[in-house]
Each structure stands twice: as C-alpha cells, then as structure tokens.
C-alpha cells in the first residue's frame, strides 16, 4: 500500500468514526466525481477555531486557492499546511519553537509586513513584491512561483534569515520533462539566466532541475536568492535563507523513488547546491513537536489524530 493509500484510508476510518471532520460523511466532489475522502463541506478540512480566520486570510490578501476555492480533499498539501501552521501565526514564541527546529541559531521571528490583512509572523502563498524570475504574474498562489509559507527569522549573528517552506503530503511525481515543447522554451527563457548565476544552484541543476519536484526547490530557490539581492526594493528584507522542505517520513514514494542518477530525492537535489546548510527535510510531526503539552497542545492533538 502506498503512503497515499494508507492516508485515504486513515482519513475514510476517520470519517466512519465521526471524528476529527464534524461529523462530516464524506462522499463530496473532487473534479465532479465523489470520493470517500472528500468531505461535503470543504470548511470541516479545516481545524475548526482557525477556519473563518483562514478564509478570512486568503480573501482579504488576494490569494488563489488550489483549484480555485477552498478544497473538501483531505489529503491537500495546501490545507495540511494551513492546519498545522495558521492556528500558530500571530504566536511569536510558538513561530520561534518551530523554526528553531529547523535551526537552532535562531533567537527571533519577525513579523512578515507584506501582507495587507493581519500581517504576523508566518505568511502563506508568499511572493515578492515585485517580479525578480521573469514570471509577469504575480498573483498569489497562481500562476507564478508563491511559497507555501515564510517565516522571517533573526539569527544568533544578527542576519535576517528567510525560512521559504515548501510543504509535501501524499505527492508523487512521474518523469514529465518541463523544459520541452513551447511551455518549456518559456521555462527555459524564463530561468536559465538565474540558474547560470545563482550562488546556490550548481552547473548539474539544469539536467535535474526541470523535473518535479526539483522544478519547485528550483524556482523556491532562485526566488529567495533574488528576493535578498533586492532586498533594498522589498518588504521583506533578508540576508540569507534557510529552504525547509516538509515531508512525511511515511511518503518513502516520494523521498525514496530513484532517479536517473540512481539516488533518492533529498540526495538527487543536494547534489545540485552547493552550500547543503540552506537546505532541511523535516517530518511534520518533527516541526510541531515543541506545540505538544503547551498553549497550543489541542492543535497538536489535532494534528497528531489526523495526519499520524
């Protein structure tokens, strides 16, 4: 059984037992067509004290929702990431105990003030304020390269670190090419030039790096670069980052499919940059850890019941 497999599985257990989705049966519609890990009502995907709060968040800062609106699909990356990190947001210390899994060396967080509605100290869907990867869109969550979430951390030494956070869950990837055809001339037009000059992407990136998930770090990367090089033009304004790439320790189709350089997916993309410190693989549950038994413990509880 695939990770993908046992967590619809979980979640359809989770749903018969009444628990967990408020009472929610499932049966509800992805691409017109029911599932049983579909839930009727999209807003029970949601831990219930942050819900409105979230939608709330996303209208009100532009944001595009995956496949346009709030999803009832339990097994969403994006609403797994909104559950286990929006109920912490406006909570500074709860923000420094998460980051300081990541990297210990971090003595604050700082609030992210690019948001126009109730900024605080994680932001989701983030982007720049301005274009710097060539993309011309830069609507959030859409059609451009936007960061599941950001965490602006203040080193030990006084360095404003950037914490860009790509979040996985039940993803697989097959071996589609996105430099080929016109799309891939774009792609190619689009990032070459920064690949070619970025500190952090070596000369083997370009034959990994139009393959998911590596097109994601790939981009993800490039923008934190480009975003501390402007630095003086934007908002948030940073020295240096940290990208935290979540994934399930359970999703081994993910972290352990073998690519043509006969590694595994974390190995496959550190060997494509050269300072490995800038890049972390984290499980969820290892994240949240520092939430158990304090302020936040019924999130993690929560959190624990339904995603293991």
Same mark, same amino acid.
């Given at each position: ?36 890990? !579909?839930?009727? =009502?999209?807003?029970?995907? /949601? *831990? ?5 709060? +979230?939608?709330? $968040?996303?209208? @009100? #800062? ?91 951390? !203040?080193?030990? =030494?006084?360095?404003?670190? /950037? *914490? ?5 869950? +039940?993803?697989? $990837?097959?071996? @589609? #090419? ?131």
């Amino acid at each position: 059984m695939t990770y993908k497999q046992a967590q619809a599985a979980r979640v359809r257990g989770l749903i018969q037992a009444g628990a967990i989705f408020n009472g929610d049966p499932g049966g509800g519609l992805f691409n017109q067509t029911p599932y049983p890990f !579909v839930l009727q =009502d999209a807003g029970n995907n /949601l *831990f219930a004290p942050s819900r409105q709060a +979230v939608r709330d $968040y996303m209208r @009100e #800062n532009k944001i595009a929702w995956w496949h346009g609106d709030l999803t009832g699909h339990t097994l969403s990356s994006q609403v797994a990431c909104l559950n286990h990190l929006f109920p912490v947001r406006e909570d500074r210390q709860a923000v420094l105990a998460l980051v300081r899994q990541v990297c210990p060396a971090i003595t604050d967080v700082l609030r992210i003030e690019s948001d126009p509605y109730r900024p605080a100290f994680i932001q989701f869907e983030a982007t720049s304020d301005a274009d710097h990867l060539n993309e011309i869109v830069t609507t959030r969550g859409q059609h451009c390269t936007s960061l599941d979430a950001l965490i602006l951390g !203040v080193h030990r =030494d006084g360095r404003r670190i /950037l *914490f860009p956070i790509e979040w996985k869950y +039940v993803e697989v $990837y097959g071996n @589609e #090419n996105k430099a080929d055809g016109t799309r891939g001339a774009t792609r190619r037009a689009r990032y070459t030039s920064l690949i070619d000059r970025s500190a952090q992407l070596n000369s083997t990136c370009p034959g990994t790096c139009y393959f998911e998930p590596f097109y994601q770090l790939m981009r993800q990367t490039l923008w934190a670069e480009e975003q501390i090089a402007h630095r003086d033009k934007e908002t948030v304004q940073a020295d240096d980052f940290i990208h935290v790439h979540v994934i399930p320790s359970g999703n081994r189709q993910l972290l352990y499919k073998r690519y043509p350089g006969g590694q595994g997916m974390e190995m496959t993309w550190r060997g494509c940059l050269r300072d490995q410190g800038k890049y972390v693989v984290i499980d969820p549950g290892a994240l949240i850890a520092p939430l158990s038994g304090g302020p936040h413990d019924a999130l993690f509880r929560y959190l624990d019941a339904r995603y293991g």
